[in-house]
């Protein structure tokens, strides 16, 4: 019963970090980093957000399959599902917030920060829930296992490289800096800033979902 929990609070997470990547996506300022490239990909070929997200999933999972070879567990193959969830979610959400399509700079500022909180949201219930990782993440851990490297340093490394390696994608493909531009950068900042937040100040949610019998 306590695991059946912990996976319902872990899918509703991934919804409310859907709705976050999505709202900071229609605010047309880059989106998050881990969305980086699935999003500049998006723009350039007749496939969804989530679709390219999916694929970049199964991706990151194959990469950690090759860098922990055989400590390469079961549990990491629930992040499949995982992806086709989060990737359907993406999608929907995008549906959702189609009439969201802010035109001055204030307001698209307004909606990035908005959807930055409800991502900073998503991602700590998904630590709340402790049942499995995003393959972002993951494959963050599976480096700092195979190098021995500090998780913080290792994600923010990885979140820039994504940015970076995006950026570079769409010059080649557009020959503009299209899908990576302020708002990845505040994003990248700001969501991780709120999870600390939350993290140190929301405890008592943790006591709630998860009182001791």
Same mark, same amino acid.
């Given at each position: 019963?306590?695991? %059946?929990?912990?996976?319902?609070?872990?899918?509703?997470?991934?919804?409310?970090?859907?709705?976050?990547?999505?709202?900071?996506?229609? +605010?047309?300022?880059?989106?998050?980093?881990?969305? =980086?490239?699935?999003?500049?990909? !998006? @723009?350039?070929?007749?496939?969804?957000?989530?679709?390219?997200? &999916?694929?970049?999933? *199964?991706?990151?999972? @194959? @990469?950690?399959? /090759?860098?922990?070879?055989?400590?390469?567990?079961?549990?990491?193959? @629930?992040?499949?599902?995982?992806?086709?969830?989060?990737?359907?979610?993406?999608?929907?959400?995008?549906?959702?917030?189609?009439?969201?399509?802010?035109?001055?700079? %204030? =307001?698209? /500022?307004?909606?990035? &920060?908005?959807?930055?909180?409800?991502? #900073?949201?998503?991602?700590?219930?998904?630590?709340? %829930?402790?049942?499995?990782?995003?393959?972002?993440?993951?494959?963050?851990?599976?480096?700092?296992?195979?190098?021995?490297?500090?998780?913080?340093?290792?994600?923010?490394?990885?979140?820039? !490289?994504? +940015?970076?390696? +995006? #950026?570079?994608?769409? /010059? *080649?493909? !557009?020959?503009?800096? !299209?899908?990576?531009?302020?708002?990845?950068? *505040? %994003?990248?900042?700001?969501?991780?800033? /709120?999870?600390? *937040?939350? =993290?140190?100040?929301?405890?008592?949610?943790?006591?709630?979902?998860? +009182?001791?019998?």
């Amino acid at each position: 019963m306590e695991k %059946a929990k912990r996976y319902v609070i872990f899918i509703i997470g991934l919804f409310i970090n859907s709705l976050g990547v999505s709202l900071i996506t229609k +605010a047309d300022l880059g989106t998050s980093p881990i969305s =980086s490239i699935p999003y500049v990909l !998006s @723009l350039n070929f007749p496939l969804t957000l989530g679709q390219f997200t &999916v694929i970049f999933s *199964i991706l990151l999972i @194959l @990469l950690q399959l /090759i860098i922990l070879g055989k400590n390469f567990k079961a549990e990491h193959v @629930l992040q499949i599902p995982v992806s086709f969830a989060f990737g359907y979610f993406i999608d929907l959400c995008m549906s959702i917030l189609s009439f969201v399509n802010p035109e001055f700079y %204030a =307001s698209k /500022i307004i909606y990035l &920060v908005i959807g930055c909180i409800i991502l #900073g949201m998503g991602v700590y219930t998904e630590v709340l %829930a402790n049942v499995v990782m995003l393959p972002g993440e993951s494959f963050v851990r599976a480096v700092v296992f195979r190098i021995k490297s500090e998780f913080g340093i290792s994600k923010v490394a990885f979140d820039v !490289s994504l +940015a970076v390696i +995006a #950026g570079i994608i769409s /010059i *080649i493909l !557009s020959s503009s800096l !299209s899908g990576v531009r302020e708002g990845t950068i *505040i %994003a990248a900042i700001l969501v991780g800033f /709120i999870v600390r *937040i939350m =993290s140190k100040h929301c405890v008592f949610i943790k006591n709630i979902l998860f +009182a001791a019998p």
